[in-house]
């Protein structure tokens, strides 16, 4: 088996000091490194040529693991801007071209410390925990005063954001498909209050890999396989662009499983939107 050895710089004391750890994420559609200016072709049921407008996921929970299976989660490093407790926003958009939403800066890695030890692998989710989803981001620390990844104070916080357009759009096409995951049925009496307990729909994605060396594999995650049977031409009447996982859209029946989360009748399938490299 495999080890990722963290070699032991103060071994003549008995403590073990931490190790610095960096965890890289590559953001693709398709396979071709997420730009603002790229266009990606032959994406959904219809091979649809697109153009991304926005990339962004937040990361939670993030943790390196022994080969006993035991986690050790990440001390964070709290840099005051993408990275708060043991929650971190990536930005794969820079704000260019059509990324009208976005920001100047990106971030593609998670960073902090362990423990000195050997660990053979990771695990995160794709979330933000239920105590820091249901918060007024304008009063939020960084990265959650982020106001483009949030819905409202029912809903929270939209954990994965990746917004697509198609390049020959029809005038009677949709303006976007975007493929939005959030906590749905959250009770709350309005859209402007927080819920009142748990949401009925989290919709949190856990991600594991047994086997990941931080310094030689990188996170991917990619879109293509979740849309690879929604046509991105078109959109359910009345419903939000594309899929934002809401009950009741038809944009979604072919995506949610795929994203590894049950929707109404259908069940959680295997995830196909995050793998390693």
Not at 72 to 96: R, V
Request: glycine share 10%; aromatic share 8%.
């Amino acid at each position: 088996m495999k080890y990722i050895a963290f070699a032991a710089a103060m071994a003549a004391s008995p403590a073990l000091a931490d190790q610095a750890v960096s965890i890289n994420f590559a953001g693709e559609i398709a396979g071709k490194p997420f730009s603002c200016a790229e266009t990606f072709e032959g994406i959904g049921a219809k091979a649809t040529a697109v153009r991304g407008i926005d990339y962004r996921v937040f990361v939670s929970g993030a943790a390196l693991i022994r080969a006993d299976g035991t986690a050790q989660p990440i001390a964070l490093e709290q840099d005051g801007k993408w990275q708060l407790d043991d929650l971190a926003l990536l930005d794969f958009e820079d704000g260019s071209g059509g990324c009208s939403t976005g920001t100047a800066e990106t971030n593609t890695a998670l960073r902090g410390t362990v423990p000195e030890g050997e660990y053979v692998g990771l695990a995160f989710n794709l979330a933000v925990p239920f105590d820091k989803n249901h918060g007024d981001p304008t009063l939020a620390a960084a990265p959650l005063n982020t106001t483009a990844m949030f819905w409202n104070w029912q809903g929270g916080y939209r954990f994965v954001r990746i917004d697509m357009v198609p390049v020959d759009k029809a005038a009677d096409g949709p303006k976007g498909w975007f493929l939005h995951l959030g906590s749905t049925m959250c009770p709350a009496a309005s859209k402007t209050e927080a819920p009142t307990a748990e949401c009925k729909n989290p919709n949190h994605l856990p991600v594991s890999f047994a086997a990941f060396d931080p310094a030689t594999n990188a996170v991917v995650i990619d879109p293509a396989a979740v849309v690879a049977e929604a046509d991105m031409t078109v959109n359910a009447a009345e419903t939000s662009p594309g899929c934002m996982s809401f009950p009741g859209d038809a944009d979604c029946t072919t995506v949610m499983s795929k994203l590894g989360v049950p929707y109404g009748d259908i069940p959680a399938g295997a995830q196909q939107l995050v793998s390693k490299r």
